[in-house]
């Protein structure tokens, strides 16, 4: 299953009292990597938004395995795993560069909307550039 690897430096502004990173900026954190995916997939998000489409989140679920701390290099693996043309699914895994010792996986689901919140179906040559091939349809 195609994959991106996004790389991330954690900045102050991430971590809280106890130092260590705060659980909600793992969230921003696989929204990048998401992006990145997309766009690496030739499919920035501004053009799916460019075409009246939009990509809300429907659910999230991440397991928390040890702490980030400021100025760690954090490797985020963003990977789709469920694609029907109006429902979508990423898996993500949060790591520590060097060594890639896991800190976090996660899962996110997405519908595939109109401007108004109508879900609508991808157009399939978009479904077919986002997933590996056609086949996911």
């Known amino acids: 299953m195609p994959e991106t690897s996004t790389t991330l430096r954690v900045r102050y502004v991430e ?4 130092g260590v990173v705060h659980h909600s900026a793992y969230l921003a954190w696989m929204e990048v990597a998401r ?3 997309l766009r690496v997939r030739g499919v920035p998000y501004r053009s799916l938004e460019d075409r009246g ?9 991440l397991r928390y395995r040890q702490p980030a701390r400021y100025d ?9 795993v469920q694609a029907n043309g109006v429902r979508f699914a990423f898996e993500y895994d949060i790591l520590r560069a060097p060594g ?6 996660g899962r996110t689901e997405h ?3 109109d401007l108004n919140g109508k879900p609508c179906r991808l157009p399939s ?3 077919c ?3 590996d091939g056609c086949e996911k349809r």
């Open 15 to 18: 971590t809280d009292q106890m």
């Open 35 to 37: 992006t990145e995916y």
């Open 53 to 61: 489409i939009r990509m809300p989140v429907l659910a999230i679920s």
């Open 72 to 80: 760690d290099e954090v490797l985020v693996k963003a990977r789709l």
């Open 100 to 105: 890639e010792v896991l800190l976090a996986s």
């Open 111 to 113: 519908a595939s909307t």
């Open 125 to 127: 040559n978009l479904l």
């Open 129 to 131: 550039k986002i997933g």
